[in-house]
């Protein structure tokens, strides 16, 4: 036969097979690739999703002790205040007794004897004294009122001390509340995140895996194929020579058979 028609069916399918491997091998490598930028990709948002939790569990716990320093402070600032008050309470009452106790035994005492002899320019006599009309005393009221202002300025401090600490225990509860549903929210982040890594590197094993074989596949289709042209180079270097060997061998056989 020709050499143009040597092993063309087999050449053929042989060629197909390689491309289709290469194509299959060309694919995979790009999958293989994606899949790895997918992989580090989701572990850097695992990991920065855990920073974040960690970071927002440091704030809660600097809050706490904030709140704990917070609310000794009030409990102390409440306790010193109504100690004060107490005492100026009772103070109040006591010096409110005094004052009305003074007053009343002013008010009651004597006069001088009616009984008298009438001066002269030699005895000054001893008539009755001039007393002057008499007034509560000035110094005492102002001591009780400023006993009743500084126990209206503890108080009005004290209120304000406990709506501070309402005010800021509202605030500690709503930023606890909300930074608990911020690490709720990461660890579920985190569940999907590593759902999606386990995926992902299954995937990417698989992928390694049918690589491994496409690269086998090639190596046996390119070894067949290097058997393949060795045969046919073979073939055809000696094509003449067999020729003529062939056409000799028919040449003795009609000499033989007209021999015979």
């Given at each position: 036969?020709?050499?143009?028609?040597?092993?063309?069916?087999?050449?053929?399918?042989?060629s197909r097979e390689t491309a289709a491997a290469d194509d299959k091998k060309v694919s995979l490598e790009m999958k293989i690739a994606d899949l790895e930028k997918t992989i580090e990709t989701l572990k850097a948002d695992i990991e920065s999703t855990k920073a974040s939790i960690a970071e927002a569990q440091t704030q809660?716990?600097?809050a706490s002790?904030?709140?704990?320093?917070?609310?000794?402070?009030y409990?102390?600032?409440?306790?010193?205040?109504r100690l004060t008050q107490m005492i100026l309470d009772k103070a109040l009452v006591r010096m409110q007794q005094v004052y009305a106790f003074l007053e009343n035994h002013a008010a009651q005492q004597p006069g001088a004897p009616h009984i008298q002899t009438s001066g002269n320019h030699t005895d000054p006599g001893n008539g009755p004294a001039r007393f002057t009309t008499?007034?509560?005393n000035a110094g005492g009221s102002r001591v009780v009122q400023m006993i009743k202002t500084i126990i209206a300025d503890s108080k009005k401090t004290?209120?304000?001390a406990i709506a501070s600490e309402e005010d800021a225990q509202a605030a500690y509860e709503s930023f606890m509340k909300d930074s608990n549903k911020e690490i709720n929210a990461s660890l579920s982040k985190i569940n999907k995140l590593s759902a999606a890594l386990a995926s992902a590197k299954e995937s990417l094993?698989?992928?390694?895996?049918d690589l491994k074989g496409t690269m086998e596949e090639l190596e046996g289709l390119n070894g067949m194929a290097g058997d393949?042209?060795?045969s046919c180079d073979f073939l055809l270097k000696n094509f003449d020579a067999r020729q003529e060997a062939r056409s000799a061998e028919i040449e003795a056989l009609r000499e033989a058979k007209a021999i015979l």
């Open positions: 036969p020709p050499r143009s028609t040597l092993f063309p069916y087999t050449t053929l399918f042989r809660m716990k600097k002790e904030i709140r704990e320093g917070e609310n000794a402070d409990q102390q600032t409440v306790t010193d205040h008499y007034e509560k004290e209120d304000e094993s698989l992928a390694e895996t393949l042209h060795k």
